[in-house]
């Protein structure tokens, strides 16, 4: 399996002249680049049979490195190059664990787009086998819960409460786990809005609505936070999401 972005090679093993000449033949030119080998024995292959042993990660082995999925992936043109599916894939094949604990700080930010699997010629379901890699990281305590996991888990909580999406307590309670002071009412215990603290991203998306005027949004809204309509039978349908949460470890009540 090669390395096929030069972004990947770490720049002290890269050599170049400026100008180069061999045995009187001057060699200078963009291929004038050297890439010092390197010998890595801190593998550890145990890391891939447990990425075959989670239920998504079994294509795994099916990946032979073509790359269509980093470059089909929004994340890696648009946000960050070292978010690179197809890595991530090559480096828990050879159990480089290091190397994806560097990467650590990005792993967690697929959007689930799927165009990376959607692309893949092999088959490789790899939005799922990067979550298996990341499941396993996690297993071996050598990944750190990042905010976008976080909030994964208080979007399960939410929605095994209600059974449903709740937008302003999803929201407010979101604020309020970052640190903000969050208002509620005596009764009801339900949150006030704009009561207390409030960031200053969540001031500029309320005033959207509210310069277009757009009432019924509001009242919906208002309507929604104070009561909380139920989802019919959730019950019967909580105790299944319950099993899925604690089998992910997603579950903290
Ligand atoms: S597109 Fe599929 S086969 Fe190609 S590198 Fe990505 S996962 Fe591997
Ligand atoms: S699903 Fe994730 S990894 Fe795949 S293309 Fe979308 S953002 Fe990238």
New binding site residues.
């Given amino acids: 399996m090669a390395i096929h972005e030069r972004s990947l090679v770490d720049p002290e093993r890269v050599l170049r002249k400026e100008r180069l000449v061999i045995d009187g033949v001057d060699v200078s030119g963009d291929w004038n680049l050297i890439i010092l080998p390197r010998v890595i024995n801190d593998y550890d292959l145990e890391f891939l049979d447990e990425v075959l042993q989670q239920p998504e990660g079994k294509t795994i082995t099916q990946c032979y490195q073509c790359s269509y ?1 980093t470059a ?5 043109n648009y946000w960050d190059e070292r ?1 690179n ?1 197809r890595h991530f894939i090559y480096l828990a094949r050879l159990g480089l664990i290091d190397e994806l604990q560097k990467r650590a700080d990005v792993m967690w ?9 959607h692309r893949c010629p092999k088959g490789v379901l ?2 799922e086998v ?1 979550k298996a890699i990341l499941r396993v990281m996690a297993k071996r305590g050598i990944i750190e819960e990042y905010p976008s996991k976080k909030f994964d888990k208080f979007f399960l909580e939410s929605v095994y409460e209600y059974g449903r999406i709740e937008d302003g307590e999803l929201l407010f309670g979101w604020v309020e786990k970052q640190g903000y002071q969050v208002v509620k009412d005596p009764i009801l215990k339900k949150p006030i809005p704009f009561v207390g603290g409030v960031p200053d991203w969540l001031k500029q998306l309320a005033a959207k609505p509210l310069k277009s005027m757009n009432i019924g949004f509001l009242v919906l809204n208002a309507k929604h936070m104070l009561f909380h309509p139920r989802t019919k039978n959730w019950n019967r349908f909580k105790q299944v999401l319950r099993k899925v949460m604690e089998e992910e470890g997603v579950f903290t009540h």
């Fill in positions: 999925c089909s992936c929004p994340v890696h978010y599916p930010r697929c959007v689930s787009c799927h165009k990376c699997t790899v939005e990067l």
